[in-house]
């Protein structure tokens, strides 16, 4: 086998081992997958959801009490600071503007006492 083969093979590794460890990555923050996301789209979601919860962090939310545990329906202090769910048919791109909107809300959000 050439070094150039090998190199691609090793690359094409990395980057399925990198898309399975954010696949892993989202759907511990209960997001739904259709499996057909591309690498780029993983990585955007991700970035998304981070920013979400930085945002959630950032107006005194607890992630650990806002977010449920895989599989389970969270009861958070604020809705607000819950991750919203994304739809079955909903593309990549529509669910990361609506984390990003949500993200912005919660920065702008009064918190409830």
Avoid at 24 to 39: D, Q
Avoid at 74 to 85: E, G, I, K
Wanted: aromatic fraction near 2%; hydrophobic fraction near 35%; charged fraction near 30%.
């Amino acid at each position: 086998m050439s070094p150039k083969s090998n190199s691609g093979s090793e690359e094409g590794e990395l980057l399925a081992n990198a898309m399975a460890e954010t696949r892993t990555k989202l759907r511990s923050r209960n997001v739904v997958l259709a499996g057909r996301e591309t690498s780029d789209e993983l990585a955007d979601l991700l970035e998304a959801v981070e920013q979400f919860e930085k945002a959630v962090q950032g107006a005194g939310g607890d992630l650990m009490m806002d977010e449920a545990p895989e599989g389970k329906t969270a009861q958070p202090d604020d809705p607000h600071f819950v991750v919203p769910v994304r739809a079955a048919s909903e593309s990549a791109s529509a669910y990361i503007q609506r984390v990003s909107a949500a993200a912005d809300k919660v920065r702008h959000h009064k918190p409830h006492r």
